[in-house]
């Protein structure tokens, strides 16, 4: 990979963590409004609940802009856990 392939996987991952972002917040904000911090539980689930949701948003943007290493990370998942061979 040269530098223009570096430099296009990097504007990919920033175009993804930047609507991550926007997910997240939004998501949190309108979760802060709905369950208000009553308990440390209720903190940790809507940590939890924004946190996955963020994960979420950021790998799915990179599937659909074709991001080749995440193809790779996930053939190296498959390879490990599901078929259960080593390297």
């Known amino acids: 990979m040269g530098g223009s392939g570096i430099f296009i996987v ?3 991952c920033l175009l993804a963590s930047t609507i991550m972002g926007f997910i997240i917040h939004y998501f949190y904000q309108s979760l802060d409004h709905l369950l208000p911090n009553d308990s440390t ?3 940790f689930f809507k940590l939890g609940l924004t946190i996955s949701l963020g994960g979420g948003a950021y790998l799915t943007v990179l599937f659909l802009l074709k991001t080749e290493e995440l193809k790779w990370v996930v053939s190296v998942i498959q390879k490990k856990f ?3 061979e080593s390297e």
Do not use: F, S
Request: hydrophobic share 65%.
């Open 82 to 84: 599901l078929r259960g």
């Open 41 to 43: 539980l209720i903190a």
């Open 10 to 12: 990097a504007v990919k």
